[in-house]
């Protein structure tokens, strides 16, 4: 699961939310949330709801286009071996 989700009406040890896969999934479910704090898992980024909540200026369609967007990003690790390092 790459989205770790806190949110909810209140804060505190209730508010973890859940996993998810992908970002549609987190926008999708966390629609009537007060608030939330999405974690990236595979990029170290932190979302808040100003990212993931339609506002005054985001229609729903476009929270959705801008999750969407977000897991097409490919996210790449440098994977260091032995055999690459300068001796």
């Known amino acids: 699961m ?6 909810g009406p209140t804060g505190g040890t209730y ?10 999934a987190v926008v999708t479910d966390i629609g009537s949330c007060d ?7 595979q990029t170290d980024k932190i979302y808040d709801q ?7 200026t985001k229609s729903s369609e ?3 286009a801008w999750a969407a967007e977000i897991d097409q990003q490919a996210t790449f ?3 260091h071996r032995f055999a690459d390092l300068p001796l």
Request: charged fraction near 15%; include cysteine; charge should be negative.
């Open 77 to 79: 690790t440098p994977v």
């Open 35 to 41: 608030w939330c704090i999405v974690y990236d898992t």
């Open 2 to 7: 790459r989205y770790i989700v806190f949110a």
């Open 62 to 64: 476009d929270i959705v």
């Open 15 to 24: 508010s973890y939310h859940g996993r998810f896969n992908t970002m549609q």
């Open 50 to 56: 100003t990212d993931t909540h339609a506002t005054n």
